[in-house]
């Protein structure tokens, strides 16, 4: 009798454990994929921000470059493409949205270069650092995300995490690359 009580005991013990253990793995998986739900949407804040400061950006360079209408279309479907990738989930949508945008800042800077009168306007210079930080924020927050899926992959690959991927409905996420070709950042000028 003595043994039967020690072997139930033993039993459920062991069943108490293997459910604490699931209940573990399930919330470490279900934190580490809100932390790259975070992150996504601090690229998407950024990536807003970005396409916000464009209007402004546009309307100062028409006023001293309205004959450079193919640039600013560039850029104004450039900023349309950026806006669209925010909202949506895809992150190589994103990093193509945002590489086009580089390119289409890369020549707005580069026509702007011709008109000093531009250059020296306290509105232009003032957009060209706000752009220039949210880019720096952007970027950070393209490594946040990348270190939070790299965290996340790592768990939902090994033991024992990835016994409870599958009850906790949490999958390897894709690391945000540039597209090929946009590995450069634009070269932007003040």
Not at 72 to 88: I, Y
Not at 105 to 124: D, H, I, K, M, T
Not at 144 to 164: G, I
Request: aromatic share 6%; proline share 4%.
């Amino acid at each position: 009798m003595v043994i039967v009580i020690i072997v139930l005991a033993v039993v459920i013990g062991l069943i108490v454990l293997a459910g604490v253990i699931g209940v573990v793995g399930f919330n470490k998986l279900r934190k580490a994929d809100i932390t790259c739900e975070e992150a996504m949407g601090g690229i998407d804040v950024q990536l807003t921000r970005r396409a916000d400061l464009i209007p402004n950006l546009v309307n100062t360079v028409k006023g001293y470059a309205a004959h450079e209408a193919g640039v600013l279309e560039a850029v104004t479907a450039a900023r349309a493409s950026l806006q669209h990738a925010a909202q949506g989930s895809s992150v190589a949508e994103k990093a193509a949205a945002e590489a086009q945008m580089g390119g289409a800042l890369g020549r707005l800077f580069a026509v702007a270069e011709n008109y000093p009168q531009l250059q020296a306007a306290p509105n232009f210079r003032a957009l060209q650092t706000e752009l220039a930080e949210t880019e720096n924020k952007l970027s950070f927050a393209r490594q946040y995300y990348n270190d939070a899926v790299s965290r996340l992959n790592q768990a939902v690959k090994t033991l024992p995490w990835m016994l409870f991927a599958p009850m906790s409905g949490v999958k390897a996420r894709e690391f945000y690359q540039a597209p090929v070709g946009h590995t450069q950042a634009p070269n932007v000028q003040f």
